[in-house]
């Protein structure tokens, strides 16, 4: 795409799963080298809008660092940084929740699934897509890949742009979405709901760290249905389709090349396939993972550099936005 300032963040819920993944990381990994500048952040401000154990959070935050750089992350081509080591995300967003009203943020995906699931919903859940915007306008961003869920939360980002820019004077690109077109994960217990990490069922997900027999055993255990044949319909048949998706993603082949694999066993035997094209995935990146976290100091090494490199394109844009403002 040639020139552009990449921008994108995941909150530090540990080590990542399946979803995770296949519907963000693999696509943060292709992307990387696209743009000339990329950003990823792991937005731990974001992530304490729900309560969170300070210790968890902290091993949390380097689960997600050894994964991101165990899954291909290229610190040589990407800023990675911790978002709350870059007071400017802070700074920003609150100049820029100035320019929000109220009722623009009411109906959010965030606050709607959220606000009422675990906590009364605080300030900052109900805020939460302001600091969204001000983590990709502080780089002047100009694509941010996401998933569906956040299309909303990026509009507000595009509209906050256009707000500051006609207030104050052009300063921010409109940022572009770059929508995955991965397909979603799904529970391997409910296939009607996606897989997550929220998932009270401990069979339902596969985390990347998972060993060979965990993953050979909750394949094993995936539901399916009455039909021996593996055919490829999400709408009558989900779980046996969920099994092609994952087969064809970790494999790297196209659904219609998994069926053809499948072609001749039944869901039983397939499973086998669907767990050696996982297990052969993800062993290298759970090795990774695990020499990584033994050096903790390393990666927050790796985090403090990255930080630094942050701030230093950071505070030049919320100078520029300060003297805007008129402070
Ligand atoms: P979780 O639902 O497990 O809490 P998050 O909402 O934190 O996961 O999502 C982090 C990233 O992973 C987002 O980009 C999201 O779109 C992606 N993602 C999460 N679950 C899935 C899934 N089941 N399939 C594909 N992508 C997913
Ligand atoms: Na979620």
Same mark, same amino acid.
């Given at each position: 795409?040639? $020139?552009?300032?990449?921008?994108?963040?995941?909150?530090?819920?540990?080590?990542?799963?399946?979803?995770?993944?296949?519907?963000?990381?693999?696509?943060?990994?292709?992307?990387?080298?696209?743009?000339?500048?990329?950003?990823?952040?792991?937005?731990?401000?974001?992530?304490?809008?729900?309560?969170?154990?300070?210790?968890?959070?902290?091993?949390?935050? &380097?689960?997600?660092?050894?994964?991101?750089?165990?899954? $291909?992350?290229?610190?040589?081509?990407?800023? !990675?940084?911790?978002? =709350?080591?870059?007071?400017?995300?802070?700074?920003? =967003?609150?100049?820029?929740?100035?320019?929000?009203?109220?009722?623009?943020?009411?109906?959010?995906?965030?606050?709607?699934?959220?606000?009422?699931?675990?906590?009364?919903?605080? %300030?900052?859940?109900?805020?939460?897509?302001?600091?969204?915007?001000?983590?990709? !306008?502080?780089?002047?961003?100009?694509?941010?890949?996401? $998933?569906?869920?956040?299309?909303?939360?990026?509009?507000?980002?595009?509209?906050? *742009?256009?707000?500051?820019? =006609?207030?104050?004077?052009?300063?921010?690109?409109?940022?572009?979405?770059? &929508?995955?077109?991965?397909?979603?994960?799904?529970?391997?217990?409910?296939?009607?709901?996606?897989?997550?990490?929220?998932?009270?069922?401990?069979? +339902?997900?596969?985390?990347?760290?998972?060993?060979?027999?965990?993953?050979?055993?909750?394949?094993?255990?995936?539901?399916?249905? !009455?039909?021996?044949?593996?055919?490829?319909?999400?709408?009558?048949?989900?779980? %046996?389709?969920?099994?092609?998706?994952?087969?064809?993603?970790? +494999?790297?082949?196209?659904?219609?090349? +998994?069926?053809?694999?499948?072609?001749?066993?039944?869901?039983?035997?397939?499973?086998?396939?669907?767990?050696?094209?996982?297990?052969?995935?993800?062993?290298?990146?759970?090795?990774?993972?695990?020499?990584?976290?033994?050096?903790? +100091?390393?990666?927050?090494?790796?985090?403090?550099?990255? *930080?630094?490199?942050?701030?230093?394109?950071?505070?030049?844009?919320?100078?520029?936005?300060?003297?805007?403002?008129?402070?």
């Amino acid at each position: 795409p040639g $020139g552009g300032r990449m921008f994108s963040g995941i909150q530090p819920t540990g080590v990542p799963h399946l979803g995770n993944y296949l519907g963000a990381l693999e696509n943060w990994v292709a992307l990387q080298i696209q743009y000339p500048l990329v950003l990823y952040s792991i937005v731990d401000m974001h992530s304490i809008t729900q309560p969170q154990d300070p210790n968890q959070l902290r091993n949390n935050i &380097l689960d997600m660092a050894a994964s991101l750089l165990a899954c $291909g992350i290229d610190t040589e081509r990407v800023i !990675l940084f911790q978002q =709350s080591q870059v007071s400017e995300h802070a700074e920003l =967003s609150w100049i820029l929740g100035c320019l929000t009203s109220m009722p623009r943020l009411r109906h959010l995906p965030q606050w709607k699934m959220k606000s009422k699931v675990k906590t009364e919903g605080s %300030v900052g859940l109900y805020t939460y897509p302001v600091l969204q915007a001000a983590d990709i !306008l502080l780089y002047k961003s100009t694509h941010v890949p996401v $998933g569906e869920d956040q299309v909303q939360h990026l509009e507000l980002a595009q509209d906050l *742009a256009r707000i500051f820019n =006609s207030r104050y004077g052009d300063l921010f690109p409109v940022p572009r979405t770059l &929508l995955s077109s991965a397909r979603k994960v799904k529970s391997l217990r409910d296939p009607s709901a996606k897989m997550s990490k929220s998932d009270p069922q401990k069979m +339902a997900t596969i985390a990347i760290t998972d060993s060979p027999d965990d993953i050979a055993l909750k394949i094993r255990r995936a539901v399916t249905d !009455l039909t021996s044949e593996v055919t490829f319909d999400p709408e009558t048949r989900p779980g %046996v389709s969920n099994l092609v998706t994952i087969h064809a993603a970790m +494999a790297m082949i196209s659904v219609e090349e +998994a069926v053809s694999q499948a072609r001749g066993l039944d869901t039983g035997a397939y499973k086998k396939l669907v767990s050696e094209a996982v297990i052969q995935r993800l062993t290298p990146i759970r090795a990774e993972i695990e020499r990584l976290r033994g050096d903790p +100091a390393h990666l927050e090494g790796v985090l403090a550099q990255g *930080a630094q490199r942050a701030r230093g394109l950071a505070a030049p844009v919320l100078r520029e936005v300060r003297q805007r403002v008129g402070f």
